[in-house]
C-alpha cells in the first residue's frame, strides 16, 4: 500500500489493537471526540496521549510529539520509518514487541549535522500547508539536519532557552537537546503564552496581516514548547499576562496553573473551541 493508502486505511485505534493496548481505551473518559490514554512507552499514572481526528491523529502532551499512524508504529516499536511502513502495510505485528519503558530523554543518540537558514522548498511547503509565510519562517526559525543512527532527518527548527531545539517537518517532530521554554522579545512591560511555537509564528502572522488587536511590540512572547514546562513561566516581571494555550484537558490544565499567577486567559477572544489550538484556527482546521 501506498503512504496516503496506509494513512487511510489504518487507524491509531487498529493500531492499539493489534500491538495489544487498545484495552487501554477510554481510561481517562472521553472530552469533546478526543480519546485519553496513558503511554505506553513512558509509564505514566495519568493518561497524557490523545487520539483525535478520528483516529487519525495523536498528542503525546507531556513531549508535545503529535502525529499520524506512521508516526505512532515508528514510537511504539522503536523502528525507522520504512520498517513501520512495512508493518501497517502487512498488518503482522505478530511477535513485535514493544520496547521496555524509559526515561523521556529527546535528544538520545541524536547529532546534528546541519544548522543553517531555512532553504529547503519542502520545509517552505509545509510551513505554507500551517499558514506561515517564508519572511516569518526565515526570521524566527533555522533549518537543523540531524543523524539518529544510520537515518539522516531535516526539519525547521525553533531554540529554546537552554540551547535545544524543537524540530519540525511534514512527518516527524522531534526535541533535539534539552526541553525548555522559549522566549522572544524579552524584557518587554507585557508577556503572552503560547504552547507550540507554530503558535508564536501564526500569532506574527496575524499580527502582520491586521487580524490582531494586540501590538505585538508590547508582548514578549513565551513557547512553552510542552505544557510539562509551564512550571518555568515566571510571570512576576509583567504588568499584564495573557494565555493562547490548546484547547483540549491539558492546555485546560495549564491555563489553570497560570492563571493562579495572574495570567489571564485569551483563548475565546481569538477562537473557538471548534479549533484545537490557534494555528488550527488561522488554517481553518476543526477539531473532529
Known amino acids: 500500500m501506498s503512504i496516503a493508502t496506509i494513512k487511510e486505511s489504518v487507524s491509531i485505534f487498529d493500531l492499539l489493537d493489534k500491538i495489544g493496548v487498545g484495552t487501554q481505551k477510554g481510561e481517562a473518559g472521553r472530552e469533546r471526540g478526543v480519546d485519553m ?3 505506553w512507552w513512558r509509564g505514566e499514572n495519568n493518561a497524557s496521549v490523545s487520539i483525535f481526528d ?3 491523529r495523536w498528542k503525546d502532551h507531556q513531549s508535545g510529539e503529535f502525529g499520524d499512524v506512521i508516526d505512532l508504529a515508528q514510537k ?3 523502528c525507522s520509518r520504512g520498517d513501520a511502513l512495512k508493518r501497517l502495510d502487512t498488518s ?3 511477535g513485535c514487541r514493544i520496547p521496555e519503558r524509559h526515561e523521556d530523554k529527546q535528544s538520545s543518540g541524536v547529532e546534528i549535522t546541519r544548522n543553517s537558514e531555512v532553504k529547503h522548498s519542502a520545509l517552505f511547503q509545509y510551513a505554507e500547508s500551517r499558514g506561515i509565510s517564508r519572511r516569518v519562517l526565515l526570521k524566527y526559525c533555522r533549518e537543523i ?3 539518529n543512527g544510520d537515518s539522516t532527518y531535516f526539519g525547521i527548527a525553533f531554540q529554546n532557552q537552554t540551547g535545544g531545539f524543537e524540530v519540525r517537518n511534514k ?3 522531534v526535541c533535539i537537546g534539552r526541553k525548555d521554554i522559549s522566549i522572544i522579545g524579552a524584557g518587554r512591560n507585557k508577556a503572552v503564552v503560547m504552547e507550540g511555537f507554530f503558535d508564536f509564528l501564526t500569532l506574527v502572522e496575524m499580527s502582520l496581516q491586521g487580524r490582531l488587536n494586540l501590538d505585538l511590540r508590547e508582548f514578549t512572547a513565551i513557547v ?3 505544557v510539562e514546562m509551564k512550571n518555568r513561566v515566571d510571570l512576576k516581571p509583567y504588568s499584564e499576562a495573557i494565555l493562547i494555550l490548546d484547547n483540549d484537558r491539558a492546555g485546560d490544565e495549564a491555563t489553570v496553573y497560570l492563571q493562579e499567577l495572574g495570567a489571564n486567559d485569551y483563548r475565546s477572544v481569538l477562537f473557538s473551541r471548534k479549533f484545537n489550538d490557534l494555528n488550527d484556527f488561522w488554517t481553518g482546521k476543526e477539531s473532529s
Request: no cysteine; glycine share 14%; aromatic share 24%.
Open 92 to 94: 503482522n505485528f505478530e
Open 37 to 39: 490514554f496513558k503511554s
Open 54 to 56: 478520528k483516529g487519525r
Open 224 to 226: 512553552l514548547n510542552s
Open 76 to 78: 511504539s516499536f522503536g
Open 171 to 173: 512527518y516527524l517532530p
Open 145 to 147: 539536519g540531524y543523524r
